[in-house]
């Protein structure tokens, strides 16, 4: 019922900025909290920001201070703006969305970020 496409990934160089961007379509009005994975090479998928349908805010501990998420109002879309990227940050993200009650979970296919030093 919901469908779920990223873009803004890419290459960029350590210290440098992107911003990542998933459309939501279909029945957008079932969704609550949006939020952004990723997973590197080798390593499980982790949490990196999460933002609820009122509005309120988690980041990783490792990427707090430099991303920031946003969503509009009309939740169709949601944003994830990283500054001072890190190699560290190199990964697959995938971008989350949940029904209002959380028993159903909605995943984009995922955009490539290749920071390099």
């Known amino acids: 019922q919901v469908q779920l496409v990223e873009s803004g990934g890419g290459l960029v160089q350590a210290g440098g900025s992107l911003r990542l961007s998933c459309a939501a379509s279909?029945?957008?009005?079932?969704?609550?909290?949006m939020g952004w994975y990723r997973q590197a090479p080798g390593k499980q998928r982790e949490l990196v920001a999460l933002i609820t349908s009122a509005g309120s805010t988690n980041y990783a501990d490792s990427v707090k201070g430099r991303f920031t998420i946003s969503r509009d109002n009309a939740k169709k879309t949601v944003f994830l703006l990283m500054n001072s990227l890190k190699p560290e940050d190199t990964a697959v993200y995938s971008c989350y969305a949940g029904n209002k009650f959380a028993t159903i979970p909605y995943w984009g296919q995922g955009t490539q970020v290749t920071v390099s030093s």
């Open positions: 279909g029945n957008i009005f079932t969704i609550g909290a």
